[in-house]
């Protein structure tokens, strides 16, 4: 404007507000902790889900999110890379093995040897470590990860160098052969299925009796049939002698 304008009008000042967005670098501590997990949460969060408490894994599958999202395309504050920051930490300490037992056929059920069992665990069938049967080792894998890749596969369980179940997904499903309960003695067994995974390790028990009938003789089945085996590696005079023996226990009985 010329002078004469300026003269005759008063100068007035104009505020305007604009807004701009920018990205709150990444921290050091952020960034090693996201090298850290960047494998093993995916792994968690799709494969060894089963391993735990809903919950816990419902917090992690947000916050990895919320993380992915950030690593990505940065963060609008500080606030938000800090919360960002301290919710993955949160729930990665959540993280806590959970193994309840799904199914149990034999529960409630005394089982007289020719019956099979199956039990099922929660937890991620390619997790599975290793079983145990009255503490004695049925399968065991070494390594991390023994079952990727086998997915729908069907482990066979060995004791003492004889298959006696197999092991399978659904979610860690586990069933015993017949010929395996009636070798059992009468009593009441543990079976404990075991898992590991990137964030830990962790089982799941339970139990199951075995009753053999009462054979004529007063000892079970199971002691009969051993009993006839035995003769039959014996010499024929001490095969009559002992079944002599045999038929005199039954009178007596």
């Known amino acids: 404007p010329d002078a004469a304008y300026n ?9 305007v507000t604009l807004a701009v967005t920018a990205s709150i670098p990444i921290s ?3 960034e090693e902790l996201y090298q850290k997990v960047k ?49 993955l930490k949160a729930a990665l300490a959540a993280l ?19 019956t099979e069992l199956t039990i099922r665990i929660k937890g991620a069938f390619i997790t599975v470590i290793r079983i145990t049967i009255d503490e004695r080792e049925a399968y065991a894998y070494t390594t ?8 729908d596969a069907i482990i066979p369980l060995i ?13 860690a499903k586990v069933e015993l052969t017949p010929e395996f309960i009636n070798s059992l003695p009468d009593g009441t067994h543990t079976i404990t299925v075991y898992f590991r995974d990137p964030y830990g390790e962790g089982s799941g028990t339970t139990t199951f009796t075995v009753a053999h009938p009462i054979s004529p003789t007063g000892g079970t089945l199971a002691d009969t049939n051993n009993y006839v085996l035995a003769l039959l590696v014996l010499p024929i005079p001490l095969i009559l002698f002992a079944l002599a023996g045999l038929v005199r226990k039954r009178k007596e009985s």
């Open 39 to 87: 494998t093993s949460v995916p792994f968690t969060l799709e494969v060894a889900r089963e391993n735990y408490d809903a919950a816990a894994i419902t917090a992690l599958d947000e916050v990895w999110a919320q993380t992915e999202a950030a690593i990505a395309g940065g963060l609008a504050s500080q606030d938000t890379a800090i919360t960002t920051l301290a919710g």
């Open 159 to 171: 004791l003492d160098g004889i298959e006696i179940g197999t092991l399978s997904k659904g979610s």
């Open 144 to 151: 991390d990860d023994p079952l990727n890749g086998q997915e």
């Open 28 to 30: 050091a501590e952020f």
């Open 7 to 15: 003269g005759g009008n008063a100068p007035q000042t104009f505020e």
């Open 96 to 114: 806590e093995h959970d193994h309840p037992v799904l199914e149990n056929s034999a529960t409630d059920t005394v089982l007289t040897g020719d």
